[in-house]
């Protein structure tokens, strides 16, 4: 195969693997409306659930074949994304018949597709970007990468909004739902026909990679600031699609309009994104080639994020005054996309192509778990135009990251060498991310509290509450993952930041706790009281509370000293049992209809099971007698 053919082969897989997902993500909110049923007023929070968890399992799968198969065939793992995902979409539209016929869960069904669907086009996603990366010429990879940009945009919005357009009711619907299984037959056939038998780049031992890897993300701040802007930025094109429908659903039922035009609406609404991200795209080649990777991503996070907080204030989806915002959101997401892609391209060897990429897709899905997931419950409490205030935001404050990287002298020559280094770390990054979802929640109470009554609409309590509860447990688990991610990668370091993200959780917990005694029941005591012999499982969180509270006061340097290294050890064990204690605190509490308390427990016991057979599975007893304590 000729070079030429084969990168345009490559563009036309890259078009097919992305409207997979924009196809199974935009008709996802009509499927589970006119098919499955589902209750309006859990809409949001379900569409959003569904993104989390098919999320969730594609970073475990997606991120594992990745660091632990580099020297594996690219076609093979081209074909099986494409296999995967094609029948998912065969098998996905099953779920409504399933449900009326069988009285099998026809929503239980539809998760477990999504996920094949999910896996499947991200496996393609992730595998294309480094081919992309490793036909083209060292050093001039800014145009294969610009043009892999516009055909995944141009799949993932163009295409979806144009079927979007075509009359639908619950039949049709069903029928729609089968083209993603379509688009994922004609990638294996055109992966079979073109014989994509490029094999992949040998490397070393995972811990020689984990150590270069590291090297190079810690040694160049434009990859954090790159790491940040792909957080974000993955978690745009799933919340546009699902919020947007969802948003011209519910207005369309508020003012007695058809919901088939409504559902349409939103296609063409995102197709209006898309087209304009295509636009945008030779601008900010243009752009680049002047001002550096730095100054692309923070002018382009500066668009996204106003566009964004412009779409959420706007109170009619159907009015022209929601067309400025989106084009504002798609010119600026152009610059946010390619920028982190072609740095991640260009400063990493061809044998750290592979990791690189798995690390951006890590923090692209876990953007995807915490925003999206965020999004649903502020959709539901709050209002539909919530979801894209609390993205814009978002983007507006990983921007302040790269005017701080700017100021701190850390620019680019005309070459796009780092003018200045200085000892860098994932510090002020991982404390800039940990304080996004307080000021999300402050900001939307500030605006609910200032203007009343208007479409932002009021907080409740309740949701507050359970917001905090939430982001506690995340950053317990992902405290709790950081030893496993440290030994699977080799990368050492991971360790040092264990003690600030459990701090992190221990911080939302406090505020969890503080909603709960001040603003439910105002610190009446005998209320709290009968509420806890009411609800039981609020005992088991003021247990796993109270554990907490012991890890955190001992966390610090001068305490290890004090309680010695063996005690100090065996008082941070506690954090195993703490989660288990808040996994059940979080099963009991909360709805089982979509399956996230269950979710979030088999998290929790696959990491212990690591930790149980982790060190007789590896056998670093001399490792781990040198290593020193790590805070919980």
Known sequence: MSPALRINTLYLLSGLGTLIIALAVGLQPLFLDVVLRIPYEQAGIINAHLAV??????????GWMVMASEGLNRGAFLLLGFGTAAVGGFLAPL???????????????????????????????????????????????SMPLTNLTAMMAFGATVLFAILMQIPHDGGTATLLMILPALAGVAGVWLVGWRSFDAPGVHHGPVGEIGD??????????????????????????????????????????????????????????????????????????????????????????????????????????????????????????????????????????????????????????????????????????????????????GHLFTMLYAFWLVRQ?????????????????????????????LLWLVGRTILSGYLPGTSLGQIPVGFINRYLGDWAFNFLLLSLALSP?????????????????????????LLHVLTYLWMEWAFHLHEILADMAKRPFILLGVIGFILLTALAATSTR???????????????????????LIALH???????????????????????????????????????????????
């Open 485 to 509: 991610l440290q030994e699977t990668t080799g990368i050492k370091v991971l360790g040092q930041y264990r003690r600030m993200i459990g701090l992190y959780a221990y911080f939302y917990a």
């Open 212 to 393: 270069k890897l590291w090297k190079l993300l810690s040694g160049d701040p434009r990859l954090q600031l790159g790491l940040a802007a792909a957080f974000h930025t993955r978690a745009d094109m799933i919340a546009l699609s699902i919020f947007l429908s969802l948003w011209c659903l519910s207005f369309a039922d508020a003012a007695g309009m058809d919901r088939v035009f409504a559902t349409a609406h939103a296609g063409g609404m995102v197709g209006i994104m898309g087209i304009t991200l295509l636009i945008s795209l030779p601008f900010w080649r243009c752009f680049m080639a002047q001002r550096g990777r730095i100054g692309v991503i923070g002018a382009s996070l500066s668009l996204s994020g106003i566009g964004f907080v412009m779409l959420g204030s706007t109170v009619d989806p159907f009015g022209w005054l929601a067309i400025p915002p989106l084009m504002v959101i798609g010119f600026g997401l152009g610059g946010s996309l390619i920028a982190p892609r072609i740095l991640a391209l260009e400063l990493a060897d061809r044998e750290l192509l592979g990791p690189v990429q798995a690390i951006f897709h890590l923090a692209g899905g876990l953007g995807v778990v915490l925003l999206v997931q965020s999004g649903g419950y502020y959709f539901d409490a709050v209002g539909p135009g919530s979801p894209f205030i609390l993205m814009g935001t």
């Open 558 to 580: 001068d305490m290890m000293g004090r309680l010695g290294g063996r005690r100090w050890k065996q008082l941070h064990r506690l954090a195993y049992g703490i989660n288990v």
């Open 586 to 632: 979080f099963i009991f509490a909360a709805s089982h209809d979509n399956g996230e308390p269950f979710l979030y427990a088999l998290v929790v016991l696959i990491l212990l099971w690591y930790r149980y057979r982790s060190p007789r599975r590896t056998g670093r007893g001399k490792g781990k007698a040198k290593a020193g304590p790590r805070p919980a």
């Open 409 to 437: 002298g850390l620019d680019e020559s005309d070459g796009h060498v780092l003018v200045a280094t200085r000892a860098t770390d994932l510090k002020p990054l991982i404390f800039m991310l940990s304080m996004l979802p």
């Open 53 to 62: 968890v098919t999320q969730i399992v594609s970073l475990v799968f997606v």
């Open 95 to 141: 779920g409504g018949w399933m449900d009326a016929s069988l009285g099998i869960s026809g929503l239980l069904f539809y998760y477990l597709m999504r996920m094949l669907i999910s896996l499947g086009s991200e496996t393609v996603q992730v595998r294309l970007v480094i081919l992309g990366g490793e036909w083209a010429a060292s050093g001039q990879r």
